[in-house]
């Protein structure tokens, strides 16, 4: 990651220096392109003020003329003498003012004096232009420049020149003077090709500085990088170990390995103390949890000897009921007996099952209906004469749902075994227990008489009626009586 990082800081440096050189070229173009239209503008208004001058000194005669003082003949003389010495240095060689008529007659030109008198109305540039006639075409209209080559004296090569002529419309004639080019090509070449070794020169230093300052930089970040790879293969941060002395002394790189050293033994420790407070932590753990674990199973060891004794308990009870009923001459009362033993049985069986099984928050309920109800029908001498259907789906039963269906069941089956038995030598008890979803079914039927409608109906039933619908609405379950082909008992809960 580190590499591809430094490979892209390098790619943008070099981008960026390249965006530079462009935008410095571009910035030397425009220079160069200004300095030739600043330099053109120069040579213009240096040639206007030659021509400026050449005019005002002959102003004398053309005002003579106009006065009437001379003739046309005499002051075109005089004026075309006067221009003839009107000559001038100029950057590269003498040069003069020149005239022309309108006809294309040479009037003046001091350095070729054999073309005086020659009319050179169809002298042509190397591009084809006219040159008298743009000329004699600008001075009738205004003074102006024109612009052709043309062969500097002593050159067989044609350079760019512009000249700038004014009209002397009552001689019919014109004055005028031009510039070569040569020199400010010249010129604009030379600062050119300086600007741009300058450039170079300047671009080679500046990339050989960058070189220099931050190859040793670019070597002691790739270390780095390499002191990270090393870190992957082995995350120990106390073997690894910084290597300043190959850099300069003092040097950005070797600052930068000292701060790098400094950081990695600055996590290297911060890391011990979170390995060693972690394995304190997990040791208090371990002991807590082994302490909470202990404290469990001495809490169920407890809980089940509770159950064991609760049973034990309820089982003396139920031995002293069996003696008092054996020693009662009464069958009310001993009906009475059997009543309260079944109860207690159906509760004694709950604790039962608590002590013997895994789970101390509920019991089964397959296993407890099916033991209850074969104890009742056993406890009541009518394992041959009752038929016990049982269809029990398996589920869990909270301690408080056991103990109220348990002493429900109890009370349901004493009453039919009591009630219905009698009369009724194939009596056939049911017990189903089914679940929809959260809510949970129990149908407890038999084939007897049923219950007589005066009792189902009174407003004050027996005990055992009244303790079947407490025990139902104990665990908030909806019970239905009904009466046909005997009774049968719907919970829902």
């Known amino acids: 990651m580190l590499y591809s990082a430094l490979k892209k800081t390098s790619r943008n440096l070099l981008i960026i220096g390249l965006l ?15 300095f030739k239209q600043s330099s053109t503008q120069l040579r213009k208004d240096e040639l206007k003020r030659l021509v400026s001058l050449g005019l005002n000194s002959i102003d004398v005669y053309r005002t003579q003329y106009a006065d009437g003082d001379i003739t046309k003949e005499k002051a075109l003389g005089l004026i075309t003498d006067h221009i003839r010495l009107f000559t001038y240095e100029d950057t590269i060689q003498p040069n003069y003012l020149f005239m022309s008529s309108y006809d294309g007659t040479m009037l003046v030109q001091p350095y070729q004096r054999a073309l005086e008198g020659s009319n050179q109305l169809e002298l042509v540039d190397p591009d084809g232009k006219y040159i008298i006639r743009e000329l004699i075409r600008q001075a009738k209209i205004e003074p102006g420049y024109v612009s052709y080559s043309y062969f500097p004296p002593g050159s067989n090569r044609p350079y760019p020149k512009i000249s700038y002529v004014v009209g002397l419309p009552e001689f019919e004639c014109y004055i005028g003077t031009g510039l070569y080019f040569i020199d400010l090509d010249q010129i604009r070449k030379f600062y050119f090709r300086q600007t741009i070794l300058f450039f170079l020169l300047s671009v080679i230093i500046f990339f050989s500085s960058i070189a220099v300052v931050l190859t040793p930089i670019i070597s002691a970040v790739q270390y780095i990088a390499s002191c990270f790879l090393k870190v992957q293969d ?140 074969r104890y009742l029908i056993h406890s009541l001498g009518m394992d041959e004469k009752i038929n016990l259907e049982l269809n029990i ?66 407003q004050s039933p027996g005990l055992g009626l009244n303790l079947i619908r407490s025990l139902a609405a104990q665990i ?18």
């Not at 530079?20 to 200004?34: A, E, G, P, W």
């Not at 009369?423 to 008890?429: A, G, Q, S, T, V």
């Open 20 to 34: 530079n050189i462009i935008i410095l070229i571009s910035f030397i173009l425009v220079l160069d392109v200004q």
């Open 234 to 373: 082995d995350p120990n941060l106390d073997n690894l170990h910084i290597e300043t002395s190959k850099f300069k002394k003092n040097s950005d790189a070797e600052l930068l390995l000292q701060n790098f050293d400094k950081t990695i033994r600055s996590m290297s420790d911060k890391n011990n103390t979170l390995i060693k407070t972690a394995a304190e932590r997990d040791k208090i753990k371990e002991e807590n949890l082994r302490i909470m674990e202990n404290s469990l199973e001495e809490k169920e060891l407890l809980i089940k000897e509770m159950n064991h004794r609760i049973k034990n308990n309820l089982q003396i009870v139920i031995s002293l009921l069996n003696l008092q009923k054996d020693k009662s001459a009464s069958r009310e009362l001993k009906d009475s007996y059997n009543e309260s033993i079944g109860r207690m049985e159906s509760i004694s069986l709950i604790h039962q099952m608590l002590y013997q099984g895994d789970n101390l928050s509920s019991i089964s309920s397959s296993i407890y209906l099916k033991q209850l109800a």
């Open 393 to 458: 789906e398996e589920m869990d039963f909270s301690i408080e749902q056991a103990v109220s269906i348990g002493l429900l069941t109890n009370e349901i089956i004493t009453n039919s075994v009591k009630y219905a038995a009698p009369d009724n030598p194939d009596l056939k008890i049911s017990i189903r227990l089914s679940s929809e979803g959260p809510v949970k079914h129990l149908v407890l039927s038999d084939n007897g008489r049923g219950i007589p409608d005066r009792i189902l109906h009174e």
């Open 476 to 493: 908030e379950g909806k019970l239905k009586i009904e009466n046909q082909s005997g009774t049968s008992y719907f919970l829902s809960f």
